[in-house]
């Protein structure tokens, strides 16, 4: 998704910082303290798991454990899956062997967590919603969101399945939930609102769902204005404007808007609506827009946050007050002439009377 800054000169060293996607946004490496990194065979990689001291206990109990689980019984998959918590993702396959699975378990492990199951009773297909053997199920404990994929399980299909459920069907925007956009290649269908709480956020996010469902190649977001503000005006959308807006956004620096439907009605049917907004996105009837650029003070808080903000403001008017006291003003010098013809400097301010030590004629 993003790649860039709107000014490389105003952060010339942050831009290393920056993730290529959702630069603008977050930073992949340090960028606060503390920072959690994980070394996985000595390669490094960013901590995307809880900060709570037990939840944290949980996760890297988790993340040496095999790549994928081998689950023997029903008791070992509600083991598991409780296990697992809630801020990741789970896959298990359900009759699937191992050998299918391993290398995504193993490419994706910060990501999910992946699983087989040798059997597959009648309460556990009742529990988790399929019918039928082999079957790979996904879930999202913290979004309540569940699918099935039947195959086929060759050809790069089931890795599609696995990357394609790592985010919910419609996802919040906020400062945490963007971190987990860097790696997605997708386009977002991006609906912004007044507040996220509203009572008519239920059947908007409905037909979200809905659209959801059927546009797997895209990724569908929603954000508050009250919210997150800034993330919001980056898009012109702010409260004094007509919302729901909707765009689709690249992730970097521009959004399209489709032509006649850059808003969604409340006095229309939600799913029509979006469903037509789709149509001519598919169909090109669309106007790109660049995004606003945060400000200066705005990326910087984003980035390191304000407590780091008032710390180096501090430091650098510090400097600049000790810099300034300590610099003494050297007297000018002026040049004039000699007698013997050869230029000559004295202090300005002096005469070219003699001196008690100037030779007399």
């Known amino acids: 998704m993003a790649r860039s800054l709107r000014s490389d000169r105003a952060l010339p060293e942050a831009r290393s910082l920056l993730s290529p996607k959702l630069g603008r946004y977050v930073a ?3 960028r606060a303290f503390p920072t959690l990194m994980l070394y996985n065979h000595g390669v ?39 296990d697992s918590g809630t801020s990741f993702p789970v896959f298990i396959g359900f009759g699937l062997n191992q050998s299918l699975i391993s290398g995504l378990g193993r490419k994706y492990k910060k990501k999910a967590w992946f699983a087989v199951a040798k059997d597959a009773s009648e309460d556990v297909m009742v529990s988790y919603d399929f019918d039928k053997a082999p079957a790979l199920v996904a879930q999202h404990p913290a979004y309540n969101e569940h699918s099935v994929f039947y195959g086929p399980f060759e050809d790069g299909f089931l890795e599609e399945f696995v990357k394609q459920n790592f985010l919910p069907l419609i996802l919040p925007i906020n400062h945490d939930t963007l971190k987990l956009l860097k790696d997605d290649e997708r386009k977002m269908v991006l609906t ?3 507040d996220e709480t509203h009572e008519s956020m239920g059947k908007l996010i409905k037909a979200l769902r809905a659209a959801a ?8 977001g929603y954000v508050g204005v009250e919210q997150f503000e800034e993330f919001a005006d980056s898009f012109h959308a702010d409260k004094k404007a007509k919302l729901p807006k909707i765009v689709v956004w690249d992730g970097d620096e521009e959004y399209e808007q489709v032509n006649g439907i850059e808003t969604v009605s409340h006095e229309e049917d939600h799913l029509t609506q979006v469903s037509r907004f789709l149509e001519g996105y598919r169909e090109g009837k669309t106007e790109k827009k660049r995004i606003k650029g945060p400000s200066f003070m705005g990326f910087i808080n984003s980035m390191i946050g304000i407590r780091s903000v008032y710390i180096i403001v501090f430091l650098v008017a510090v400097i600049m007050m000790l810099r300034s006291l300590g610099q003494v003003e050297e007297p000018a010098r002026v040049r004039t002439a000699a007698s013997d013809g050869q230029a000559t400097s004295v202090l300005e301010g002096e005469t070219s009377e003699h001196k008690p030590r100037d030779k007399e004629d």
């Not at 490094?44 to 689950?71: I, W």
């Open 44 to 82: 490094p990689m960013e901590y995307y798991g809880p900060r709570k001291a037990d939840l944290l206990v949980r996760y890297l109990k988790k993340f040496v454990a095999p790549d994928v689980a081998v689950l023997e019984s029903n008791s070992h998959v509600k083991d598991f899956v409780e």
């Open 28 to 30: 992949t490496e340090l």
């Open 192 to 194: 912004i609102v007044e």
């Open 213 to 220: 469902h059927a546009n797997r190649d895209l990724v569908f």
